[in-house]
């Protein structure tokens, strides 16, 4: 009889879906980070079996955890963002990290128009007016502004923007966009170097942007404004891109008319603030939230493991 060989013991830092937590828990030793009550002494014990930390673009892998497992070979990202992971530790130990691009995009991109369509009619607040009963035939539910004709600043043109600038040009708006630097793919719309300039030319800002230390704050107090009384801005990236702060004074005094966001500071704790304000819409950062998408994720993640571990080349490598 054959003996089987151990698994690979690998560090979780965050729950999947089930259809992705299976097969991992299959093939892999998975040890549950989140589960744990107390991480520190978690990781210092379990840390030198670790050859791996499975993680989430939001949740990444700091410093200390990288540190903790002494003989890390790879950080597989369940997401297309790789911000939150130390890459600097990571480079020092040469470990390798991958992520999950490409397969996310159209799913991400679509959540995004769905969401600025979604709150540009104001459709959640419609839903109770419908239910409030008797008053939705007394009166007309308030109207709301035009999408099509009008104008959409991408913000980050990377394969996200692209997909998602397609679509609303398929909702006949006109579109502008920015970037950290230009982006060739684009002849026909309009590339505007500067965000408050973009913002100013624009009714609807969409940030779709990686986050970076460069691109940290991106979405400043005067950029938010800009767009006006009248204007929306749409969060699908990361909530360093945007200054919440900034964002909710203007959402507060409606300096700004409404926002829609898949992703805010302190995730998923949510500021006081947001409680009280009815002009914007929230998504729990969910954007390649199908099961067709996450399916894809979980198998990337587990491709790239099993690579590595095979010592084949990674099927995703950002390092
Ligand atoms: C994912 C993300 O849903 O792809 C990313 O970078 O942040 C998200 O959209 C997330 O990584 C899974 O938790």
Not at 89 to 97: I, S, Y
Not at 159 to 188: H, Q, S, T, W, Y
Not at 240 to 248: G, I, Q, R, Y
């Amino acid at each position: 009889m054959s003996k089987e060989l151990p698994k690979h013991e690998i560090t979780q830092v965050g729950p999947y879906p089930q259809l992705d937590q299976a097969p991992l828990d299959q093939a892999f030793t998975m040890h549950k980070f989140f589960e744990n009550l107390e991480p520190d002494s978690f990781l210092s014990e379990s840390g030198c079996a670790v050859r791996g930390i499975a993680t989430r673009g939001e949740l990444g892998a700091d410093r200390k955890m990288i540190e903790d497992c002494s003989n890390l070979e790879i950080i597989p990202v369940y997401g297309v963002g790789f911000d939150a992971v130390d890459l600097d530790a990571c480079r020092e130990r040469k470990t390798r990290v991958t992520n999950t691009p490409d397969v996310l995009t159209r799913d991400v991109a679509d959540l995004g128009v769905a969401m600025s369509l979604c709150q540009a009619r104001g459709m959640i607040g419609a839903k109770a007016w419908v239910l409030s009963g008797d008053r939705a035939w007394k009166e007309f539910y308030p109207l709301k502004r035009r999408v099509h004709g009008a104008r959409v600043g991408v913000l980050g043109l990377g394969r996200i923007g692209i997909e998602v600038a397609r679509r609303l040009a398929g909702f006949d708006m006109e579109i502008a966009n920015c970037d950290l630097a230009p982006k060739g793919c684009a002849p026909d719309w309009t590339f505007i170097a500067d965000p408050v300039e973009l913002a100013h030319h624009v009714d609807y800002l969409i940030v779709t942007l990686a986050a970076s230390e460069k691109a940290r704050h991106i979405m400043g107090r005067e950029v938010i404004e800009a767009p006006g009384p009248a204007g929306m801005v749409i969060n699908i990236s990361r909530a360093s891109n945007v200054d919440e702060a900034a964002l909710l004074d203007a959402l507060e005094s409606v300096t700004l008319c409404s926002a829609a966001l898949d992703v805010f500071e302190g995730e998923p704790d949510l500021g006081p603030r947001f409680l009280k304000l009815n002009n914007v819409f929230l998504q729990p950062h969910h954007t390649p939230g199908t099961l067709e998408t996450r399916k894809a994720m979980g198998k990337l993640v587990r491709d790239n493991l099993t690579a590595n571990f095979a010592g084949q080349p990674l099927l995703t490598p950002v390092l």
